[in-house]
């Protein structure tokens, strides 16, 4: 398989994943009285004892985890060869994806924050964005674009976490790593193209 063959494979895993993820939030927020997309976060939906909580978990957090995990997954073919920094940061775009999904189960406690199912899902949760950020940083080595779009994406979600509501501050902050993972595969199929050698023969 090709260089752009992967890359469009693995930006139409990561956007199934970002609608399928949108959807179950929307979907589930919306059977959940008084839910509210501003103050309350995403994992409410998906906690014990709340009503549709499995079904939330696996699609609003198991099967787009596991979607992105098989996109940095073709991503790691796609830089085969390309450099160790490249590679490692595959690798942790892999193990931000799998704690994505883990959220799913080890779903928290909401009548108890302190419990242990409550810090296993912070656990992975840190696990998800902070094995992300240098995974991101490591493949813009690799692409100048990646370097620009992930610079932006990590402003935003700065901005967003200063001035947003919490809730919709992780909701943008969610969202960005869904584009964020999209656009790593395409900008960088995209870069490592085989530049035609100046005035060879058309």
């Given at each position: 398989m090709t260089a752009n063959a992967r890359s469009a494979r693995?930006?139409?895993l990561v956007w199934a994943a970002f609608a399928l993820w949108l959807?179950?939030?929307?979907?589930?927020a919306a059977a959940f009285g008084g839910f509210s997309h501003t103050d309350d976060p995403v994992a409410l939906l998906g906690a014990q004892g709340i009503a549709r909580a499995m079904g939330f978990n696996a699609l609003g957090f198991v099967?787009?985890?596991l979607l992105v995990a098989a996109a940095a997954l073709e991503l790691r073919g796609v830089l085969d060869r390309r450099g160790w920094p490249a590679r490692i940061g595959a690798h942790l775009l892999l193990l931000s994806a799998l704690g994505f999904a883990a959220q799913g189960l080890l779903p928290l406690d909401p009548g108890d924050?302190?419990?242990?199912?409550?810090?296993?899902?912070a656990t992975v949760w840190s696990l998800w964005w902070i094995?992300?950020?240098?995974?991101?940083?490591?493949?813009?080595?690799?692409?100048?674009?990646l370097l620009i779009s992930g610079l932006g994406a990590l402003a935003l979600a700065a901005v967003a976490a200063v001035v947003l509501p919490p809730g919709l501050a992780q909701r943008v902050a969610m969202s960005l790593?869904?584009?964020?993972?999209?656009?790593?595969?395409?900008l960088l199929a995209r870069d490592m193209r085989p530049q035609p050698?100046?005035?060879?023969a058309a």
């Open positions: 693995i930006t139409r959807l179950a939030l929307l979907g589930f099967v787009p985890g924050l302190d419990a242990p199912s409550s810090r296993l899902h094995a992300f950020l240098p995974g991101i940083a490591l493949l813009a080595i690799r692409s100048r674009g790593w869904f584009l964020a993972s999209a656009g790593a595969g395409h050698v100046p005035g060879a």
